[in-house]
């Protein structure tokens, strides 16, 4: 079956480096998706890794390695505003995204 | 990245009566758009692809006579919820792209719809 894992809750500290993961089995696999959800609101796009490596832009950066399922999202320099949940989707062999269920980051000051 | 408006944002009504929540991509033509809910502190559920021209296919277990998607032109798709119950309140979330543009799919706001 389909499955995408990432951890439920994190805290982190404001100033600090908090790195989020993600594993993932699709069926096909067409791109690892990162986006933001501010509560009550709907999700803003991140990043988008297809192939091996570190995407980096600004302070967020994602990670992608295809031969193990697993991918990851890092945030530096927290701030307050970046408090929110962070959800993981692989694309899969029919460009259908599949969710995981969101990883909720509090930052504490 | 691309514009997507979802109207409206909140929506209140009656058990029994039908809403309808519309999803507009504004800088490109949208060939294909989706429709999710989302209850709360849950992942996002795929309900329907909706196809520009064509029917929308939807998922397992989602009612396509309950919800009714109609995708009549390139910029515009519609969710009608018939006759709501109070099951039916959640968070509804558009999205267009997919394909081209690196399958970046785009979100419309939201509506939180709550029926009584």
């Known amino acids: 079956g389909q499955n995408i894992d990432q951890p439920t809750e994190m805290t982190a500290t404001e100033g600090a480096i908090v790195q989020i993961n993600c594993t993932y089995q699709?069926?096909?696999?067409?791109?690892l998706f990162w986006y933001q959800q501010h509560a009550g609101e709907a999700p803003t796009f991140l990043s988008y890794?297809?192939l091996d490596g570190l995407e980096e832009k600004g302070r967020f950066s994602s990670f992608l390695s295809r031969s193990k399922g697993y991918s990851y999202l890092l945030l530096k320099e927290l701030q307050m505003k970046d408090s929110a949940s962070y959800l993981c989707a692989s694309m899969d062999s029919n460009y259908q995204l599949i969710w995981g269920a969101g990883t909720k980051l509090i930052i504490k000051p | 990245g691309a514009v997507v408006s979802q109207h409206p944002s909140r929506v209140i009504c009656k058990s029994g009566t039908s809403v309808k929540i519309e999803c507009r991509s504004l800088?490109?033509?949208?060939?294909?758009m989706f429709w999710y809910r989302q209850f709360p502190k849950k992942s996002l559920m795929l309900m329907a692809t909706?196809?520009?021209?064509?029917?929308?296919?939807?998922e397992q277990g989602v009612e396509k006579d309950k919800f009714l998607i109609n995708h009549a032109s390139l910029t515009l798709s519609t969710l009608t919820v018939t006759s709501a119950h109070p099951e039916d309140s959640s968070f509804y979330i558009c999205s267009s792209g997919g394909r081209g543009d690196l399958n970046i799919q785009y979100f419309g706001a939201g509506t939180r719809l709550s029926v009584l």
């Open positions: 699709t069926s096909g696999f067409n791109g």
């Open positions: 909706s196809n520009e021209g064509s029917k929308a296919t939807y």
């Open positions: 890794n297809v």
């Open positions: 800088d490109f033509q949208a060939t294909t």
